[in-house]
Protein backbone atom coordinates (compact mmCIF):
# COMPACT_ATOMS: atom_id res chain seq x y z
CA UNK A 1 0.00 0.00 0.00
CA UNK A 2 0.96 3.74 -0.55
CA UNK A 3 2.56 5.87 2.43
CA UNK A 4 3.46 8.99 3.14
CA UNK A 5 6.61 10.60 5.11
CA UNK A 6 6.55 13.89 6.24
CA UNK A 7 8.61 15.57 9.02
CA UNK A 8 9.46 17.14 11.04
CA UNK A 9 5.89 17.06 12.67
CA UNK A 10 7.26 20.08 14.48
CA UNK A 11 9.71 22.74 14.19
CA UNK A 12 10.67 26.21 15.97
CA UNK A 13 13.01 28.15 13.98
CA UNK A 14 14.44 32.01 14.57
CA UNK A 15 13.68 34.40 11.65
CA UNK A 16 16.07 34.43 9.26
CA UNK A 17 17.19 30.46 9.72
CA UNK A 18 16.93 28.36 6.68
CA UNK A 19 14.16 25.90 6.28
CA UNK A 20 14.25 22.43 4.75
CA UNK A 21 11.14 19.91 5.24
CA UNK A 22 11.00 16.62 3.55
CA UNK A 23 7.71 14.29 2.23
CA UNK A 24 8.68 10.79 1.08
CA UNK A 25 5.70 8.74 -0.89
CA UNK A 26 6.18 4.51 -0.64
CA UNK A 27 4.37 1.89 -2.63
CA UNK A 28 3.41 4.44 -5.97
CA UNK A 29 5.96 5.70 -9.25
CA UNK A 30 5.87 8.87 -10.81
CA UNK A 31 2.84 10.87 -8.16
CA UNK A 32 2.01 14.30 -8.57
CA UNK A 33 3.17 15.62 -5.35
CA UNK A 34 1.82 18.95 -3.63
CA UNK A 35 2.53 21.46 -1.08
CA UNK A 36 -0.21 23.31 0.97
CA UNK A 37 0.31 25.51 3.63
CA UNK A 38 -2.29 25.83 6.83
CA UNK A 39 -2.51 29.20 8.68
CA UNK A 40 -4.35 29.17 11.66
CA UNK A 41 -6.00 26.19 11.39
CA UNK A 42 -7.90 26.95 8.90
CA UNK A 43 -7.76 27.68 4.95
CA UNK A 44 -5.46 25.83 2.91
CA UNK A 45 -3.37 27.60 0.58
CA UNK A 46 -1.59 25.77 -2.56
CA UNK A 47 2.13 26.42 -2.44
CA UNK A 48 3.93 24.04 -5.14
CA UNK A 49 2.87 21.33 -7.42
CA UNK A 50 5.18 18.67 -9.22
CA UNK A 51 3.66 16.26 -12.10
CA UNK A 52 7.94 14.89 -12.27
CA UNK A 53 10.83 14.95 -11.26
CA UNK A 54 12.31 19.23 -11.87
CA UNK A 55 9.20 20.05 -12.92
CA UNK A 56 7.72 22.81 -9.94
CA UNK A 57 4.69 24.81 -10.62
CA UNK A 58 4.69 27.56 -7.89
CA UNK A 59 1.15 29.21 -7.31
CA UNK A 60 2.38 32.33 -4.67
CA UNK A 61 4.91 34.14 -5.04
CA UNK A 62 6.75 34.06 -1.63
CA UNK A 63 10.31 33.28 -0.14
CA UNK A 64 9.57 29.84 -0.24
CA UNK A 65 11.11 27.07 -2.62
CA UNK A 66 10.38 23.55 -3.99
CA UNK A 67 12.40 20.80 -5.22
CA UNK A 68 11.89 17.18 -6.49
CA UNK A 69 15.35 15.59 -7.00
CA UNK A 70 13.67 12.11 -6.81
CA UNK A 71 10.38 11.01 -8.59
CA UNK A 72 9.12 10.27 -4.76
CA UNK A 73 10.71 12.81 -2.83
CA UNK A 74 9.65 16.70 -2.60
CA UNK A 75 11.16 19.39 -0.42
CA UNK A 76 9.96 22.30 0.46
CA UNK A 77 13.02 24.89 1.16
CA UNK A 78 13.56 28.39 2.39
CA UNK A 79 17.05 30.32 2.65
CA UNK A 80 15.58 33.14 5.54
CA UNK A 81 12.22 32.28 7.19
CA UNK A 82 10.11 35.14 7.52
CA UNK A 83 7.40 35.66 10.95
CA UNK A 84 4.60 35.04 7.90
CA UNK A 85 6.02 31.49 7.26
CA UNK A 86 4.42 29.97 10.32
CA UNK A 87 1.66 27.76 10.48
CA UNK A 88 0.81 23.89 9.20
CA UNK A 89 2.26 22.95 6.39
CA UNK A 90 0.95 19.58 4.22
CA UNK A 91 2.47 17.62 1.92
CA UNK A 92 0.16 15.47 -0.62
CA UNK A 93 -0.18 12.92 -3.24
CA UNK A 94 -2.41 11.64 -5.49
CA UNK A 95 -1.61 9.15 -8.45
CA UNK A 96 -2.67 11.40 -11.13
CA UNK A 97 -5.06 14.34 -11.80
CA UNK A 98 -7.05 14.75 -9.54
CA UNK A 99 -10.84 14.47 -12.00
CA UNK A 100 -8.92 10.95 -12.73
CA UNK A 101 -10.15 8.72 -10.03
CA UNK A 102 -7.07 9.90 -7.70
CA UNK A 103 -7.89 11.84 -4.55
CA UNK A 104 -5.01 13.87 -2.64
CA UNK A 105 -3.71 11.82 0.29
CA UNK A 106 -2.41 14.11 2.50
CA UNK A 107 0.84 13.17 5.09
CA UNK A 108 0.09 14.34 8.82
CA UNK A 109 1.82 17.90 7.96
CA UNK A 110 4.73 19.82 10.11
CA UNK A 111 3.90 22.63 12.60
CA UNK A 112 6.76 25.39 11.93
CA UNK A 113 6.73 28.41 14.65
CA UNK A 114 9.49 30.97 13.09
CA UNK A 115 10.21 33.15 16.47
CA UNK B 1 -12.14 33.88 -10.26
CA UNK B 2 -12.96 30.41 -9.54
CA UNK B 3 -13.94 29.50 -6.58
CA UNK B 4 -15.80 27.71 -3.21
CA UNK B 5 -17.47 28.94 -0.75
CA UNK B 6 -18.05 27.55 2.24
CA UNK B 7 -20.68 30.36 4.32
CA UNK B 8 -20.82 28.84 7.59
CA UNK B 9 -17.26 29.03 10.25
CA UNK B 10 -19.06 26.41 12.14
CA UNK B 11 -21.83 24.06 12.45
CA UNK B 12 -23.09 22.39 15.71
CA UNK B 13 -25.77 19.52 16.02
CA UNK B 14 -26.43 16.99 18.19
CA UNK B 15 -26.09 13.50 17.80
CA UNK B 16 -28.49 11.40 16.07
CA UNK B 17 -29.63 14.45 14.00
CA UNK B 18 -28.98 14.98 10.27
CA UNK B 19 -26.42 17.21 9.59
CA UNK B 20 -25.43 19.22 6.49
CA UNK B 21 -22.39 21.77 5.80
CA UNK B 22 -22.90 23.35 2.64
CA UNK B 23 -20.15 24.43 0.40
CA UNK B 24 -21.32 26.38 -3.15
CA UNK B 25 -19.14 27.04 -6.02
CA UNK B 26 -18.03 29.61 -8.85
CA UNK B 27 -16.40 27.41 -11.35
CA UNK B 28 -16.84 27.69 -15.56
CA UNK B 29 -17.01 25.01 -17.37
CA UNK B 30 -17.78 21.46 -15.52
CA UNK B 31 -16.95 21.73 -12.01
CA UNK B 32 -15.05 18.54 -10.29
CA UNK B 33 -15.84 18.79 -7.08
CA UNK B 34 -14.81 17.18 -3.57
CA UNK B 35 -15.04 17.01 0.29
CA UNK B 36 -12.41 16.37 2.25
CA UNK B 37 -12.21 16.04 6.59
CA UNK B 38 -9.31 17.10 8.94
CA UNK B 39 -8.63 15.85 12.47
CA UNK B 40 -7.09 18.25 14.95
CA UNK B 41 -3.10 18.19 13.96
CA UNK B 42 -3.48 15.62 10.79
CA UNK B 43 -3.51 16.11 7.04
CA UNK B 44 -6.84 15.65 5.45
CA UNK B 45 -8.73 12.45 4.40
CA UNK B 46 -10.48 12.11 1.47
CA UNK B 47 -14.81 11.71 1.97
CA UNK B 48 -15.74 11.75 -1.50
CA UNK B 49 -16.01 13.69 -5.68
CA UNK B 50 -17.90 14.74 -7.87
CA UNK B 51 -16.53 14.14 -11.88
CA UNK B 52 -20.14 13.41 -13.55
CA UNK B 53 -23.25 11.22 -13.22
CA UNK B 54 -25.20 10.93 -10.63
CA UNK B 55 -25.67 14.27 -8.33
CA UNK B 56 -25.61 12.20 -5.21
CA UNK B 57 -22.61 11.24 -4.75
CA UNK B 58 -21.90 8.42 -1.70
CA UNK B 59 -18.31 8.67 0.36
CA UNK B 60 -16.96 7.24 3.23
CA UNK B 61 -18.18 6.77 7.12
CA UNK B 62 -22.18 7.32 5.30
CA UNK B 63 -21.26 10.84 4.75
CA UNK B 64 -23.17 11.94 1.22
CA UNK B 65 -23.11 14.99 -1.14
CA UNK B 66 -25.81 16.48 -3.34
CA UNK B 67 -24.45 18.04 -6.93
CA UNK B 68 -27.10 20.88 -7.34
CA UNK B 69 -26.58 22.49 -10.67
CA UNK B 70 -28.88 25.24 -10.42
CA UNK B 71 -28.10 26.15 -7.07
CA UNK B 72 -24.11 25.77 -7.54
CA UNK B 73 -23.83 23.91 -4.68
CA UNK B 74 -22.50 20.33 -3.45
CA UNK B 75 -23.69 20.44 0.18
CA UNK B 76 -22.52 17.38 2.47
CA UNK B 77 -25.09 15.57 4.50
CA UNK B 78 -25.53 12.64 6.82
CA UNK B 79 -28.15 11.19 8.16
CA UNK B 80 -27.71 10.37 11.53
CA UNK B 81 -24.71 12.47 12.97
CA UNK B 82 -22.08 10.73 15.17
CA UNK B 83 -19.66 12.58 18.21
CA UNK B 84 -16.58 11.17 16.30
CA UNK B 85 -17.67 13.39 12.92
CA UNK B 86 -16.71 16.03 15.10
CA UNK B 87 -13.60 17.74 12.30
CA UNK B 88 -13.15 20.38 10.34
CA UNK B 89 -14.34 19.74 6.63
CA UNK B 90 -13.30 20.75 3.84
CA UNK B 91 -15.20 21.60 0.03
CA UNK B 92 -12.03 21.84 -2.45
CA UNK B 93 -12.35 21.93 -6.46
CA UNK B 94 -10.74 21.59 -9.55
CA UNK B 95 -11.26 23.51 -13.01
CA UNK B 96 -9.96 19.57 -14.75
CA UNK B 97 -6.26 20.42 -13.97
CA UNK B 98 -3.87 18.73 -11.61
CA UNK B 99 -4.35 22.11 -8.88
CA UNK B 100 -7.11 21.10 -5.95
CA UNK B 101 -8.45 24.33 -4.53
CA UNK B 102 -9.85 24.66 -1.55
CA UNK B 103 -12.80 26.12 0.59
CA UNK B 104 -11.67 28.26 4.00
CA UNK B 105 -13.30 25.02 6.19
CA UNK B 106 -16.54 24.52 8.56
CA UNK B 107 -15.84 23.27 12.05
CA UNK B 108 -18.43 20.47 13.01
CA UNK B 109 -18.85 20.11 16.57
CA UNK B 110 -21.31 17.17 17.04
CA UNK B 111 -22.73 17.25 20.85
CA UNK B 112 -24.47 14.53 22.98
Known amino acids: SQTIHQWPATLVQPVGSPLSLECTVEGTSNPNLYWYRQAAGRGLQLLFYSVGIGQISSEVPQNLSASRPQDRQFILSSKKLLLSDSGFYLC??????????????FGNGTRLTVT | AQSVAQPEDQVNVAEGNPLTVKCTYSVSGNPYLFWYVQYPNRGLQFLLK??????LVKGSYGFEAEFNKSQTSFHLKKPSALVSDSALYFCAFTGGGNKLTFGTGTQLKVEL
Open chain 2, 50 to 55: YITGDN
Open chain 1, 92 to 105: AWSASSPTRNSPLH
